[in-house]
Nanobody, 122 residues
Framework: QVQLVESGGGSVQAGGSLSLSCAASGRTISAYAMGWFRQAPGKEREFVSF????????HYTNSVKGRFTISRDNAKNTLYLQMNSLKPEDTAVYYC???????????????WGQGTQVTVSS
């Protein structure tokens, strides 16, 4: 079992930055691909980014490319998401997730955090 706890959400004006963290416990996360997903009110949960267990491979949804950066520190069992140039459409609850598969599909991630709210005002 892997337990995940997100932190770092908050409110920011458009163009601002936020940094999210996801602390893992239970097992070392180096064996897992890690992902960030988000869910806006009235919308389905959508993929944002993922990173391989080693941290070498990363992938982003098109809408955040060049603005968001995913990273991980396996020694600290922590996943990060640096979000720059934030837009109102980035407003959502952000979730971190862990999987043995390298995937954009939420259903392939068995472990999830509780989410952290990110609100971007115009």
């Amino acid at each position: 079992q892997v337990q995940l706890v997100e932190s770092g959400g908050g409110s920011v004006q458009a163009g601002g930055s936020l940094s999210l963290s996801c602390a893992a416990s239970g097992r070392t996360i180096s064996a897992y691909a890690m992902g960030w997903f988000r869910q806006a009110p009235g919308k389905e949960r959508e993929f944002v980014s993922f990173i391989s267990g080693s941290g070498i491979l990363t992938h982003y949804t098109n809408s955040v490319k060049g603005r968001f950066t995913i990273s991980r520190d396996n020694a600290k069992n922590t996943l990060y998401l640096q979000m720059n140039s934030l837009k109102p459409e980035d407003t959502a609850v952000y979730y971190c997730a862990a999987s043995t598969q390298f995937s954009e599909v939420a259903g392939r991630f068995p472990y999830w955090g509780q989410g952290t709210q990110v609100t971007v005002s115009s």
